[in-house]
């Protein structure tokens, strides 16, 4: 049977708006269910018979069950209307843009951040397994093995030379050398300006085996008088190495000790302590 439907009001000057509900007959009374948005629904509310429709047998189907009276709207209103729309809509997109743009930021410093952990270099002392190399001074060469230093006098000069291995994911740049008869009992980190320009390009690949290399030549110079001496009583030598990436970041101190248990022993290498120069030293907590 068709249902009777309640008619539109007659307003001057107004607008009707049909409001249309999902209902199910029954023989007494109507059965109301809202529909959702996000495909759930209310309960269902019960509602006398003579609410909407009305019909005898039990179907389901779309009723109008009233008309919502507003009044009519001018033109002008009609363009105040949709410039709020248009702004609102603006202010979504903006904030949508911004939401975007910080995502993409943080992806960005996160890619970067992954690449430079890539290129970090970090130097080691190689293993006493490492095969032998050969270190070629101006006028001669030292044969260094694995694991081990070299130090020597000979002919008023300080050969000085370490056994290294890359154990970072970066090529290592060395760039300077800073040198220390015996130790310090709390390592601090040096400063820059006491370091030797390094007059030879050296570079240790990752996962390989390479050298550092130096020596005192000059006389006058004011640490020579103490390398002849720690180096022929056979004291703990300290030897700071500066070096960095490829592209001349991510700077690192590494401090080495040459020690021996005599004379007529050779010199261990035994890495102390890592300064980073360029990122926040791991040792200090940050606030």
């Not at 009276?69 to 979504?92: D, F, K, Q, Y």
């Not at 990752?206 to 004291?235: L, M, N």
Request: charged share 20%; glycine share 8%.
């Amino acid at each position: 049977m068709s249902a009777s439907h309640p008619e539109p009001p007659q307003t001057p000057n107004c607008v009707s708006t049909k409001i249309q509900l999902i209902v199910c007959h029954t023989t007494c009374y109507v059965y109301v269910q809202f529909i959702t948005l996000a495909g759930t629904t209310r309960p269902c509310e019960r509602l006398p018979a003579a609410a909407g429709c009305q019909a005898p047998c039990a179907t389901v189907k779309v009723c109008t069950l009233a008309y919502y009276v507003r009044p009519e709207l001018t033109v002008a209103e009609w363009a105040t209307i949709a410039s709020l729309a248009t702004a609102l809509g603006t202010l979504v997109l903006a904030i949508a843009t911004f939401g975007s743009i910080r995502s993409a930021n943080r992806a960005a410093r996160i890619a970067e951040q992954a690449l430079r952990v890539n290129q970090r270099p970090l130097l080691m002392p190689s293993r006493l397994t490492d095969p032998p190399q050969k270190l070629f001074f101006r006028d001669r060469y030292v044969m260094l093995e694995g694991g081990r230093g070299a130090a020597e006098v000979e002919n008023g000069i300080v050969y000085l030379g370490i056994s290294l291995r890359g154990v970072g994911d970066g090529l290592a740049v060395l760039h300077g050398w800073r040198f220390m008869a015996g130790r310090e009992e709390v390592p601090e980190r040096p400063s820059l300006a006491e370091f030797r320009p390094q007059g030879l390009d050296i570079m240790i690949a990752p996962g390989d085996i390479g050298f550092w290399e130096g020596a005192f030549r000059d006389s006058d110079d004011p640490q020579y008088d103490e390398a002849v001496t720690a180096v022929k009583d056979g004291e703990i030598l300290t030897i700071d190495l500066l070096y960095g990436d490829n592209d001349g970041g991510q700077r690192v101190i590494s401090r080495v000790t040459l020690r021996r248990s005599g004379l007529d022993r050779p010199w261990m290498a035994v890495v102390v302590r890592h300064w980073n120069l360029d990122r926040p030293d791991p040792r200090i907590r940050q606030g």
